[in-house]
């Protein structure tokens, strides 16, 4: 089943802070973050495998909620290379290896 | 990280012919998958490339539509076949790497079927 990403668009202007949500009505084993620009391939962000679990840096986070069924993407002081699409992939099952995709977040920054 | 690369990077071609994409990995990746894209949609499964055995197809695709070899660990093809309009679309290779469980993704090949 695809996750549900919120919100489907955003648009900033350079230096704010946006957060994109990736939903599952069931519990993942993992969730991998991608940013996608036009014409582009998807190019990895992280992947967060444990409950309760955040990681990244200071610009460009994520957290994987304690149920497993949640992982929020966090962009802090946005710059203009921030804009594009982001798509979290979801593995439901250990082992599986294969991502589901979520439905996409369009993030748009503006001078 | 795996490098990944695709041919042709884009095509158009008739209704009814087939096309062969071939997608070739820079080093040895455990899982190779193949993603079809429409402009401004998610990425959806098609089928994970299976190292000289048969592809395992997501519901929806069928092995007589999207024949899918790999004969090694680092390349595959992707057949589209019969093609129709409904067939035109953005064509993904992916791999896995073993032990950072990372996926990458090669530029895609941009297929319009006229």
């Known amino acids: 089943q695809q996750p549900v990403q919120s919100p489907q668009a955003v648009i900033l202007r350079e230096g704010e802070d946006a957060v994109i949500n990736c939903s599952s009505s069931k519990a993942l084993y993992s969730v991998h973050w991608y940013r996608q620009k036009h014409g582009e391939a998807p190019v990895f962000l992280m992947i967060l495998l444990k409950g309760g679990e955040q990681k990244g840096h200071e610009k460009i986070s994520a957290s994987f909620n304690e149920k497993k069924q949640q992982s929020s993407l966090y962009l802090t002081a946005s710059q203009l290379s921030y804009s594009g699409t982001y798509f979290c992939?979801?593995?439901?099952?250990?082992?599986?290896?294969?991502?589901?995709f979520g439905t996409g977040t369009r993030l748009t920054i503006i001078p | 990280s795996a490098v990944i690369s695709q041919k042709p990077s884009r095509d158009i071609c008739q209704r009814g012919t087939s096309l062969t994409i071939q997608c070739q990995v820079d080093s040895q990746v455990t899982m190779m998958f193949w993603y079809r894209q429409q402009p401004g949609q998610s990425l959806t499964l098609i089928a994970t490339?299976?190292?000289?055995?048969?592809?395992?197809?997501e519901s929806g695709f069928v092995i007589d539509k999207f024949p899918i070899s790999r004969p090694n660990l680092t390349f595959s093809t992707l057949t589209v076949s019969n093609m129709s309009p409904e067939d035109s679309s953005i064509y993904l290779c992916?791999?896995?790497?073993?032990?950072?469980?990372?996926?990458?993704f090669g530029p895609g090949t941009r297929l319009t079927v006229l």
């Open positions: 992939g979801t593995e439901t099952n250990f082992g599986n290896e294969k991502l589901t």
């Open positions: 490339a299976n190292q000289g055995s048969e592809a395992t197809y």
């Open positions: 992916s791999g896995r790497e073993g032990g950072t469980d990372t996926q990458y």
